[in-house]
């Protein structure tokens, strides 16, 4: 009965690769974030998307891209990878719809993105 | 620029002893606060927010925080620590008028309650 989901928990690879990261969420929710938390455990917002609305933060390169299959699911895909992408990288969602912000997020258990 | 401070990269406290974890915001109009704990290798749990109303919120495991709008504060609060709220501890606000929920979060507070 998991909330939030991610995979996979742990990802090594090479510099220049492309991977994905997949996130799933059971919780009716109408909006989907990705987030990055760096060796300093700072917290960062990259994306937050519902059906109608992609908001990218301007500081994520382009190299990372959000995609959508569905409502319950964002992905993240990250081309060329870098060094510098080496983080902990978060999926999180909450009912926002309809000016509801004060809704909690509720975050999935991360996936660590070592690029060697 | 809006932002979230927290002042103290680490508070420790004795257990049984009540604690404080700070939190300051600078944002326009008026925010959701929101705390957060990270268990070390887990993702972010919710603690407790506030909205409106009622300056002194309740929250999870016995935590609650004081919202005072003049000092633009929002210390998370517990009379009691327990060793098990070992963790790092995060503010966040989301701003009046931004986009789709994002909050902008504050860099982490540990909290260590040795016995």
């Known amino acids: 009965d998991t909330a939030v989901s991610q995979t996979p928990k742990y990802l090594v690879t090479q510099m220049g690769n492309d991977k994905s990261i997949k996130c799933e969420q059971n919780l009716g929710h109408d909006t989907m974030y990705w987030y990055k938390q760096d060796s300093k455990k700072f917290l960062k917002i990259m994306f937050s998307y519902n059906n109608k609305e992609l908001i990218i933060n301007e500081t994520v390169p382009n190299r990372f891209s959000p995609k959508s299959p569905d409502k319950a699911h964002l992905n993240l895909h990250i081309n060329s990878l870098e060094l510098g992408d080496s983080a902990v990288y978060f999926c999180?969602?909450?009912?926002?719809?309809?000016?509801?912000?004060?809704?909690?997020?509720?975050f999935g258990p991360g996936t660590r993105l070592t690029v060697l | 620029a809006q932002s979230v401070a927290q002042p103290e990269d680490q508070v420790n406290v004795a257990e049984g002893n009540p604690l404080t974890v700070k939190c300051t915001y600078s944002v326009s109009g008026n925010p959701y606060l929101f705390w957060y704990v990270q268990y070390p290798n887990r993702g972010l749990q919710f603690l407790l927010k506030?909205?409106?109303?009622?300056?002194l919120v309740k929250g999870s495991y016995g935590f609650e925080a004081e919202f005072n709008k003049s000092q633009t504060s929002f210390h998370l609060k517990k009379p009691s620590a327990l060793v098990s709220d070992s963790a790092l501890y995060f503010c966040a606000v989301r701003p009046y008028g931004g986009s789709q929920g994002n909050l902008i979060f504050g860099k982490g507070t540990k909290l260590s309650v040795k016995p």
């Open positions: 999180a969602s909450s009912q926002a719809r309809a000016g509801a912000y004060y809704n909690e997020q509720f």
């Open positions: 506030y909205i409106t109303g009622d300056n």
